[in-house]
């Protein structure tokens, strides 16, 4: 039985992946972290919507496990996205 994501969080995916591609944009320092709070701002100001910030989370925690990224040991989960990875973890639209 395999279990496939419901279209809601596919949404959610795919806009949790613009918000972190805009991040990478708009980067200037050497390390990058993401948390969940950080995308839930972002996917406010720039795209207008507004999700649960433990839904972000999931998403954010699924994407960062597929991409490998060190988990950064905080009351909120955060994770860090380094310089040698920026061109790799272009993540597609």
Do not use: W
């Not at 419901?6 to 390390?31: G, H, M, P, Y």
């Amino acid at each position: 039985m395999s279990t496939k994501p419901s279209a809601s969080q596919e949404t959610i995916l795919e806009f949790v992946k613009r918000a972190i591609n805009l991040l990478l944009d708009n980067q200037i320092s050497d390390t990058l972290i993401l948390s969940s709070h950080k995308i839930n701002s972002i996917l406010k100001d720039k795209c207008g919507v507004n999700f649960k910030i433990d839904r972000i989370g999931r998403a954010l925690s699924k994407i960062a496990k597929q991409q490998e990224l060190k988990r950064i040991s905080t009351r909120i989960p955060k994770y860090e996205l380094k310089p040698s990875k920026f061109k790799r973890f272009r993540l597609p639209d």
